[in-house]
């Protein structure tokens, strides 16, 4: 037998022998996790959008730490941006840290603070889509909310056999209406937690334990011989190469930072000046550098050497980054960008937000100043 669209195959039989051994399985094998235990909602929304496309381990001293410093929903409504953001630094989509900033804004005018319990107010929010909606909703109320996330999107595939595409309309559908189907009537959170559980732990992508697994003789995959096959590969993304340039612009023992605005990547962050580069001769990058430096600050800068070379991945980009050092000439205004700009000493680059590779080029302008001194 396998699922589609039109039906499920889940018998009461079925429901109630797959809840008793998954509850069991999770009695004994659930991992201690610093989100789990609470039924704080601003705790249990906290921990969903820092595991959102982030690895559990990831996650952990971020959730401790961010909770430490706004231990409430009302301590980060009032949190300056800027230190929302350098709690987040490291942990990258940082459209997540300012979505949930403004979400606390949102519950405290419109909620007096207290989280709302009703799913269309928590679908309102900034940042929360269904899956973050059902698992708060779930955890933290006992509320019978579905979740469908990476890895129970892999368990009921495997659970139904189905081989569709799990993000086609038809697939989403079929697998939120198994998500909801398997839900009981009490303890919805854990029964939610334990499902994400066993897709994390027992139901891998590879390296499946299926000889362990609670659904082992109730899965219609693992009867059939499918588990390898199931879920079907999603398209594999195409991937852009792009080269950039950043210049470390100094100017008597400071370096120029900017603030990236609304709609560019790492909106809300500083950085040091950068951007697309074309040339491959020297001659022709510090032309490049030249130009953009002043048409993003209005600086006149004289390149210097190059002093490093990076390579990361932003979405579907990959990018190659490559360090010049600058000295400053002049100031001709603030830019055609208007970007905010400070000049900042080293030991000042601590309290602002970068990103992974301004982070790791701050090391290095500490030592450039140094030398200069």
């Keep these: 037998m396998t699922a589609t669209e039109e039906a499920l195959p889940f018998d009461s039989a079925w429901l109630r022998n797959f809840r008793r051994k998954l509850r069991a399985w999770y009695d004994q094998h659930a991992r201690e996790l610093p989100w789990r235990g609470t039924r704080d909602p601003y705790a249990v929304w906290l921990s969903e959008i820092m595991l959102q496309q982030t690895q559990v381990e990831t996650v952990k001293p971020y959730f401790q730490r961010f909770l430490t410093a706004l231990p409430t929903i009302l301590a980060l409504a009032q949190a300056d941006e800027q230190v929302v953001l350098r709690l987040w630094e490291g942990l990258g989509y940082y459209r997540r840290a ?15 603070g207290c989280f709302p319990c009703d799913p269309q107010s928590v679908e309102g929010l900034p940042g929360i889509g269904r899956y973050t909606a059902g698992a708060i ?10 979740i469908l996330e990476a890895n129970t999107v892999r368990v009921f595939a495997r659970l139904l056999a189905y081989n569709g595409q799990t993000t086609s309309s038809a697939g989403q559908k079929l697998l939120w209406a198994a998500a909801e189907a398997v839900l009981p009537s009490r303890d919805v959170g854990r029964f939610n937690q334990a499902l994400m559980e066993l897709g994390s732990k027992v139901c891998r992508p590879r390296e499946l334990g299926c000889e362990v697994c609670p659904a082992l003789g109730l899965c219609y995959s693992q009867q ?20 950039e340039a950043v210049v470390l612009v100094r100017r008597r023992g400071r370096v120029l930072l900017i603030r990236w605005p609304e709609g560019r990547r790492w909106a809300g962050l500083w950085d040091f000046p950068r951007f697309a580069v074309q040339g491959e001769k020297e001659a022709e990058i510090h032309r490049e550098i030249i130009g953009h430096v002043l048409r993003l600050t209005g600086v006149t800068i004289s390149p210097g050497k190059h002093r490093k070379t990076l390579r990361h991945s932003v979405t579907r980009f990959r990018i190659t980054l490559d360090c010049y050092d600058a000295e400053y000439v002049s100031h001709n205004g603030g830019g055609t960008e208007n970007l905010v700009q400070k000049w900042v000493r080293p030991a000042e680059l601590e309290h602002y937000p970068l990103s992974s590779t301004g982070r790791t080029l701050a090391g290095l302008v500490s030592k450039l100043i140094s030398a200069d001194q």
């Design 224 to 243: 059939r011989g499918l588990q390898h096959e199931i879920p079907c590969p999603k398209p594999r993304p195409q991937f852009e190469k792009v080269a």
């Design 98 to 112: 300012r979505q949930l900033h403004q979400a606390a804004r949102r519950i405290v005018a419109d909620y007096d």
């Design 137 to 146: 909703l779930s955890i933290a109320f006992d509320q019978r909310r579905p």
